[in-house]
Structure formats: structure tokens, C-alpha cells
């Protein structure tokens, strides 16, 4: 009996703590494997981790707090165990673009800001997983996310141009694309040998990665680079190293709070808080799959946002959970969240007594870094699905790609396009849902009889079909085309509704429904349902409309109302 009740308490406990669904498998193997996975994840995690502090515009030990505290915080609080947080790209970009609007890169004014957001999306994510409402993130489609993530990927790729050729930024005119071009420009003043080692870094982590994909290949061309620049003298030759990083650990305090400048970047936060969670339910869905484990949505939007707020409190830069070092955790035989703990414990180590190694990495290393992640990102085939799909999607996907480019920096809005037209798109197509006439087909199955080619059911009468929600949006449309296909049909005494699509009905659908019995009746004409389900008949039964059509005109299957009809008009009963 004890062990029952600790069973179900330890199983409530787990609602808030889901740490305690993993942490009593730990056993000496899932130890070791935990171990092996979090060394591997760290290899990558720590490079990378300083290349997307440089993305978002902060001091590279701002990426390696990232790496720290909220990774072990995503673990303990998240619902997928194996889901490796910390800092990634699409974030950071998205970071780094929101506070740019309101300070200048590099300055204490933009690392307010960074911290700010990841404060603001944390709890923004949090608020969103208390009130359940984790299914939110289906108001952004996947057309336009392949559009959105494919025009940032691009961005994202470009703005290590001026870190890979060795140029300064120079003074930004607000639109991305045209800075890119000045860059461009200024080919003449590039720094050749930060070029060699961008480049060679960029060819070294591609082809290591296509011919040893298990190869740490990221630690490796860091380590390597960092070494030749340290023997070449990279810096005093004019190069852009990475330079002091603090040693020790981060301090934990209440971030700075301007009331002003957050609701400045509240909307930001919350564009951030969704993207960011889209890339961290997509691994978790294919954790989930390959571990056959049950994962929550809303849970995870807690364990991510509680880790966004650890990377407020220890100054760093808002995280997510990552693609790839999630699914190289999964490949490197991760059990339990015991391997995110593991891989936070090499950071620890690298902060505490390895920071002066890091001085001299190239910064356009960490540029080649960069763009070698966000290679996968562009993917122009999902442009083609998108269209051969639905064409509206298609439009959708490439005009949220277009948008996305032409507001960069500002990239948040061009999602925020994309999730609108979607919006718009979805709604004029539910104000317009098709009415299809049926006809019956050799097996006796009710058909789109003009796409068929098939004969009325009968002189006198004719069944149609719609299907969807029937609101105040489309209820208009729908009593037209019903009066237009009665007006095109004198001799029509009967007119039955196949139901069985109509997935809901509002007080607008059921005043609609009334007035277009009481016109039928003048004109003679019946009106008659079928099929119709439990929670549309419930609605017809509330309203008392099912007594206004008449029990004897609703009928439970398409077969009882034809042949109950047909007998009706041949004068059988």
C-alpha cells in the first residue's frame, strides 16, 4: 500500500517537477551513456556557443552562460529529457535583429537589451504553458515557417560577411540587403588572411561533415585555427580575435528592467518566445517518435521558458532548444536529462580554467561556424510542396521568404506578414466552401456528381454537401449557392443537406438555417438533413431548430433519407 501511494505522489510531483520521470532510471549503464552523450554534445555545444554569441551581437562568454545554467534547467523542467538546450541560430538572429532597433551593436545599452528578451520570452513561454495553450503555435503554418526559416537562413549566412572578409560593418542604413551590398562593395579593403581562415574553416567543417559526420568536426577546426593563429600572430597582423573571456562563473542577479524599453520589445519577445519554441517542439516530436516516450507540448513550453529566465538571471542571451545537438544527443545514446547535466559540466570546466585558450580563435572562424550550421536551414524544395499542396500555401511560403528579406534586420515582421496573409487565406477560404451536388455511383455511394458525370437521384430531388465549419462568416455564401442551385430547378419539392461534413454550427449558421426553411416553405420546396454529428445535432436540438425542420425531415444515414424521400415522392406513405 505505501509503495502505491509513493507511486501516485512521486506521479503528481512529476506535473512540476518532470525531472522525476528520468531521474529513477539512472543506473550505472545509463550513466556511461549519459556521460559518452554529453561530452559529445559539448564538443559541439561549446564552439558553437561562442559563434551564436557573435551573431547576436554579445561578448562571446555571453553564448557559453547560455550554455551553462539554462541547459540543466531546460533538462530538469522540460518534458523531453533528451532535448538539448542552449544557445541557436535562429534565435540569436532574431535577438539580435529586435534590439538593434532600439540600441547600437556592442554597446552596454544592446547587452540590456539581449538580456531583457530572453527575460521577456521566458516568461512569455511560461504563461503560454500554464494556460495550456500550447496548440498556439498551429496559427503558424508550416509554409510559412519553411518560408520564414529559409529567408533567415539566407540572412543569417550573409551577415558573416563582414566578420569572414575581415570588414567593419560600417554605418547601417536600417536595411539589411543594402548593407550586404556595400560590403560587397568594399571587396578592396578586405583582410586576406582573415579570408583564408574563414574560408578554410567553411571547407573543413563541410567536408569533415560530409565524410565523418560523427567527427567533432567544429571542436577540431576551432582548436586548429585558434592554434595557427596563436602561432602566426593573427591579431597583430590586423585579424579579429575573440580576445579576453572572463574566467569563472556568471553572476546571478535580477536583470536591469526598463519599463519602457521592454514594452518596446515585448511584441519581439513574443515573435522570439514562438520561433523559438517551433525549433524546440520539432526535435522533441522526433525524440519522442525514436524513444517512444510521451512528450507535452505545454511542458515544455514551461521547461523552456524557466530556461530562457536562468539565462536573464545569469546575463546571457535567450536559448532554445537546438536541431542538431539535440539529435546528435540522441545519436550519441542519451537516456535520461543526466547527459544535458554532463554536457553543462564541460562548459563549467572550459569557463573555470580554460577561458585563456579561447583568446585567440579568429572571429571569422566563428563565422564559418556560423554558416555552416545554417546550411540545412535552406531547403527550396518545401517551396515546391508548399505549392503542389495548395497554391495558396505556396504564396504563402514565398511571399513570407520575400518579406523576410526586404524588412530585414527587422525579420520578426516578416513572419508576422506571413501568419497574417495565412490568416487571410484561411478565412476567404472557409467564406467560400465548395457546395457539391450528389449523385449516387454503381456501388450506391453519394458523389460529386459533376465530377462524375452522374444522374440526379431523382427528378424532384436533389442532395448536396458542404463541408467545414458553417459561421457567421459563410453562412451568406452558402444561402446563395443553395437559392441559386433551387433557382436553376423548377420542378425541385425536396432538397436534402448531407451533413456529415459540417463539423460545427454557431447562431449564425442555425438564423440562416431558419430563414432558408421559411423561404423553401413559400416556394414549396422541403428542406431535409442527414448524417449530421453529435455536436451539430446537440446545437439543432438547443436551438430548437430540429422542430422547426420537422423530426420527420432529419434522418440519421444518407440511405434512411433517400429511400424514406424517394418513397415521399412517389406517393408510398
Known sequence: MASISLKRSSSGWARFFPCLTWIPKINRQ????????????????????????????????YGLYAALLPVIVGAL???????????????????????????????????????????????FQIGLGLARLGRIINFLSFPVLHGFINAAAIIIGLSQLPALLGL?????????LVDIFHVVGRWHDVHILSICFGITAL??????????????????????????????????????????????????????????TAAHLGPAS?????????????????????????????????????AKIVAAFSHSMPVSG????????????????????FSAGMVLIVLLFCTPLLYHLPKPVLSAVIMAAVFNLINFRQFKMAWVARKDDGVAAVVTFIATLMVAPNIQNGILTGIILSLIMFLYRTMKPEVIILGKDENGVLRDARRYNLPKLHPRLIAIRFSG??????????????????????????????????????????????NLHERLQIAGIT??????????????????????????NIFVSEDQALEALNKRLNGEN
Open 77 to 123: 523542467f522540460g518534458s523531453s529529457p533528451i532535448l538539448s538546450t542552449g544557445p541557436v541560430a535562429m534565435t540569436s538572429l532574431l535577438t539580435a535583429a529586435s534590439v538593434m532597433s532600439i540600441a547600437h551593436p556592442h554597446t552596454e545599452q544592446f547587452y540590456s537589451g539581449v538580456i531583457l528578451i530572453a527575460l521577456l520570452s521566458g516568461i
Open 469 to 514: 465549419h458553417l459561421y457567421f462568416a459563410n453562412v451568406s455564401y452558402i444561402n446563395d449557392s443553395v437559392l441559386k442551385i433551387i433557382g436553376n430547378d423548377p420542378n425541385l419539392q425536396i432538397i436534402l443537406i448531407e451533413c456529415g461534413g459540417i463539423n460545427s454550427l454557431d447562431a449564425s449558421g442555425v438564423e440562416m438555417f431558419i
Open 322 to 341: 537546438s536541431f542538431s545537438r539535440s539529435a546528435l544527443n540522441l545519436i550519441a545514446g542519451a537516456k535520461t536529462g543526466l547527459a544535458s547535466v
Open 30 to 61: 545509463t550513466l556511461k551513456a549519459d556521460f559518452v552523450a554529453g561530452l559529445t554534445v559539448a564538443l559541439v555545444a561549446i564552439p558553437q556557443s561562442l559563434a551564436y554569441a557573435q551573431l547576436a551581437g554579445v561578448p562571446a562568454y
Open 270 to 306: 513574443f515573435i522570439i518566445a514562438i520561433i523559438s519554441f517551433m525549433e524546440a517542439m520539432s526535435s522533441s516530436k522526433i525524440i519522442a517518435i525514436k524513444t517512444r516516450t510521451r512528450w507535452d507540448e505545454n511542458q515544455e513550453l514551461i521547461g523552456q521558458g524557466m
Open 168 to 176: 567593419t560593418q560600417g554605418q547601417k542604413s536600417g536595411h539589411f
Open 203 to 260: 571547407a573543413l567543417l563541410l567536408i569533415l561533415k560530409k565524410t565523418a559526420p560523427r567527427f567533432p568536426a567544429v571542436l577540431f577546426v576551432v582548436s586548429l585555427a585558434t592554434l595557427v593563429s596563436w602561432l602566426i600572430g593573427f591579431e597583430a597582423n590586423g585579424g579579429v580575435v575573440v580576445g579576453a573571456i572572463p574566467r569563472g562563473l556568471p553572476n546571478l542577479s535580477m536583470p536591469d528592467i526598463d519599463y519602457r
Open 527 to 552: 428542406l431535409a438533413f442527414c448524417n449530421l454529428r453529435d455536436n451539430v445535432a446537440e446545437i439543432i436540438q438547443r436551438t430548437g431548430l430540429d422542430k422547426i425542420i420537422g423530426p420527420e
